[in-house]
């Protein structure tokens, strides 16, 4: 692949169709042909599709299909995966088998740190996008900030500026990006980051980076929205048997993961949550019902320990996380 490194302006991260956390859909025709021919119910299933998304972090191959379609069926619109999960032709198939019109269909991936510098970036593209059996991604981060190698980075990310020029992809962002990576991103590049997919719960809040993604117009998607990194190496608390939640969830007669999800949509955060059990990736769809009132809101807020419950990106390195991403 030949392609020319982008120019410097500053440009705003936007292509069409969107139907994710970054942009707002297209109404061609395309984009019309969904599962409803009622006008109001596109709208409203666009709306939830763009702030619940379905992961698969962790999701076996051999189990992503099933997920994926199962997913969909229920009404998730936005799917999340990366290239070191190695399910992204697992994805594919399951959005395939949906029957769900491409245009209806949010597709975001990630670009691993061993694939970071410009032209290996434009090639992983290319991997990822065969994987998916795409030919344009929806959003494309870069999934770790890899401080130890930036300027690799910043070529990487410089790749994917160019990706967005020459439309392969309708929107770039960034994953686990701290405020001291953002800052020098921005300032040395062209194009704002759409979006920076971090951990987000209620017991790891990163209220600081939100606010820094605010004052840069970049949305924040939240990895692990239920706290289910909390139970990861038998952590003394879970989010899941927070004594708040519970109750906030008894008098909602809602669960604790449905209450965690809105708390998330109501503070105007995309969420991706996941599961491989057909309840649960249904229970979590379930969520736009009911509204958490103020002093509900505050109460969660209130929870946040400041301790990170996934690793320091600073500690994600090529010596110690590098990993060969397989050809498509």
């Given at each position: ?129 065969r994987k998916l059996g795409v030919d ?150 379930d969520v736009f019902d009911f509204e ?37």
């Amino acid at each position: 692949m030949s392609r020319s490194r982008a120019g410097r302006g500053r440009v705003a991260n936007a292509r069409k169709r969107p139907s994710g956390p970054c942009q707002r859909r297209s109404n061609s025709k395309e984009d019309r042909d969904g599962d409803s021919d009622n006008p109001d119910d596109r709208v409203e299933q666009r709306r939830r599709g763009a702030a619940l998304g379905f992961g698969v972090f962790q999701t076996p191959p051999a189990e992503t299909v099933d997920a994926v379609e199962t997913a969909i069926r229920e009404g998730y619109r936005l799917i999340d995966t990366g290239a070191a999960y190695l399910n992204e032709r697992e994805v594919g198939e399951g959005i395939g088998r949906s029957g769900i019109a491409r245009g209806e269909m949010f597709v975001e991936t990630k670009l691993w740190i061993s694939d970071y510098g410009y032209d290996a970036a434009l090639h992983a593209f290319d991997k990822s996008a065969r994987k998916l059996g795409v030919d344009q991604i929806d959003l494309l981060l870069l999934h770790q900030p890899l401080s130890s190698a930036f300027d690799r980075t910043l070529d990487a990310y410089r790749a994917l500026e160019r990706l967005l020029a020459d439309g392969n992809v309708r929107a770039i962002g960034v994953s686990n990006f701290m405020p001291q990576h953002l800052n020098r991103l921005v300032a040395e590049t062209s194009v704002v980051p759409a979006v920076n997919q971090i951990e987000v719960h209620p017991y790891f809040q990163q209220t600081a980076l939100q606010r820094l993604h605010a004052e840069h117009g970049i949305a924040t998607q939240a990895w692990s929205p239920l706290g289910g990194v909390t139970s990861y190496g038998g952590g003394e608390k879970r989010t899941f048997d927070d004594p708040t939640l519970l109750e906030i969830g008894h008098r909602q007669g809602k669960s604790v993961a449905q209450v965690m999800l809105r708390w998330h949509l109501q503070q105007g955060r995309a969420a991706i949550p996941k599961s491989t059990k057909p309840a649960r990736i249904a229970e979590n769809f379930d969520v736009f019902d009911f509204e958490l009132a103020d002093e509900e809101l505050s109460a969660i807020d209130a929870l946040d320990t400041g301790v990170r419950g996934g690793p320091d990106p600073d500690s994600i390195t090529l010596e110690t996380y590098g990993m060969e991403i397989p050809e498509a």
